[in-house]
């Protein structure tokens, strides 16, 4: 049986819109529906995917969220951090970039990305570990079509289709590409500033020389953001994963 390291990263979104650096920040409820993230990722990832054995793993901006995200994954490690004990470092990376803090949520991101990558690296060197694929995937986004890992070559680095290879809900990878990931952060850069959906796919092509390519989940049509799934057109399905239609009518965009 081959074995598939899933990897959540970043902190959960909340009720009333995305945790923007001068507004609600982490660590202070309010979250958007969760559980019914795993109950996708459980139906659409793990339960396809018979010939694969998945170990999780969790580095979140989510502090207060440890026990209840660890109860529904039991992760193989996890990490919770207050965010607010790197702002000076990513500040200082915003400088570096010559960018503002509008782009602290993505330059954060990358961080998560950077440590939950480098935690699931030491775990398994430490443990003498070889994983056939690893999926590094958004505690917030629900998903409602099938990963078939049988469709991706350990070639190609995958991102959930967004434009051309600029989505970020997830990206699918063989693990000998994890090092690609782990130097996400450090190489924020002039050249490379943390703009959304465009920091990640520059820094693996251009620094890292991965291929990269769309699979088949659309972004927005088969995979979203739970804060956003009440601009769907059709909304009963979700239902089926754990979240009722009174609430997405209450999240904000």
């Known amino acids: ?50 010939d694969y054995q998945f170990d999780f793993f969790i580095h979140s901006w989510s502090y207060d ?35 503002g803090l509008d782009l602290y949520n993505q330059a954060s991101q990358a961080l998560s990305i950077t440590k939950s990558c480098e935690m699931f690296l030491n ?9 056939d694929y690893v999926i590094l995937y958004r505690p917030d986004v629900l998903i409602w079509n099938d990963i078939i ?14 434009n051309h290879m600029e989505g970020d809900f997830h990206f ?24 959304p959906h465009y920091f990640i796919k520059h820094h693996l092509i251009n620094k890292c020389n991965f291929s990269l390519s769309n699979d088949k989940i659309i972004a927005g049509k088969q995979q979203e953001v739970v804060r956003k799934l009440n601009l769907l057109p059709n ?4 239902i089926d994963y754990g979240i ?5 009518g209450g999240y904000r965009a």
């Open 1 to 50: 049986m081959g074995k598939v390291a899933l990897i959540l990263r970043g902190g959960v979104s909340k009720i009333n819109g995305k945790v923007e650096f001068s507004n609600e920040r982490y660590g202070q409820s309010n979250y958007v529906n969760f559980k019914c993230v795993f109950n996708s990722i459980k139906k659409h990832i793990v339960d396809v995917n018979t």
């Open 65 to 99: 969220l440890e026990n209840e995200l660890d109860e529904l994954y039991n992760p193989v490690i996890s990490v919770y951090e207050d965010n607010l004990q790197y702002e000076d470092i990513i500040r200082k990376k915003l400088l570096e970039c010559k960018v």
């Open 123 to 131: 775990h398994s060197k430490d443990n003498n570990l070889e994983y």
């Open 149 to 162: 890992l049988s469709e991706y070559s350990k070639n190609i680095v995958y991102t959930n289709s967004y």
């Open 172 to 195: 699918v990878f063989a693990q000998d590409k994890i090092f690609g990931f782990i130097s996400l952060f450090s190489n924020l850069s002039v050249i490379n500033p943390p703009v």
């Open 235 to 238: 909304k009963e399905f979700l």
């Open 244 to 248: 009722s239609l009174d609430e997405i």
